[in-house]
């Protein structure tokens, strides 16, 4: 089994950047692609971007396209989302999930609780 738990979200003004992180416990990290998700209010969760196990395959949303990296540090059981150009649309709760490579949610197994990103106008 696998826990998760994001960090690294905040407020953050049009056209910033944040640097999101998900930590996973266990000693399986490796075993599992990784995934972003996000939800805001009122709306179902998305695809934001996925890496392979091995972090040599990525893909992404086309909204976030050019303006999001996702990258994993297996010795660390970690992955991440850098996020540039933020855009007030990009506000919303995001989730790291561990499973297999896809852009489908229900191919993801475990959930971390999420983190509050909002980005100001």
């Known amino acids: 089994q696998v826990q998760l738990v994001e960090s690294g979200g905040g407020l953050v003004q049009a056209g910033g950047s944040l640097r999101l992180s998900c930590a996973a416990s266990?000693?399986?990290?490796?075993?599992?692609?990784m995934g972003w998700f996000r939800q805001a209010p009122g709306k179902e969760r998305e695809f934001v971007a996925a890496?392979?196990?091995?972090?040599?395959?990525?893909y992404y949303a086309d909204s976030v396209k050019g303006r999001f990296t996702i990258s994993r540090d297996n010795a660390k059981n970690t992955v991440y989302l850098q996020m540039n150009s933020l855009k007030p649309e990009d506000t919303a709760v995001y989730y790291c999930?561990?499973?297999?490579?896809?852009?489908?949610?229900?191919?993801?197994?475990?959930w971390g609780p999420g983190t509050q990103v909002t980005v100001s106008s």
């Open positions: 999930a561990a499973g297999s490579y896809s852009y489908n949610s229900r191919m993801y197994n475990y």
């Open positions: 266990g000693r399986t990290f490796s075993s599992y692609a």
């Open positions: 890496i392979s196990r091995s972090g040599s395959s990525t």
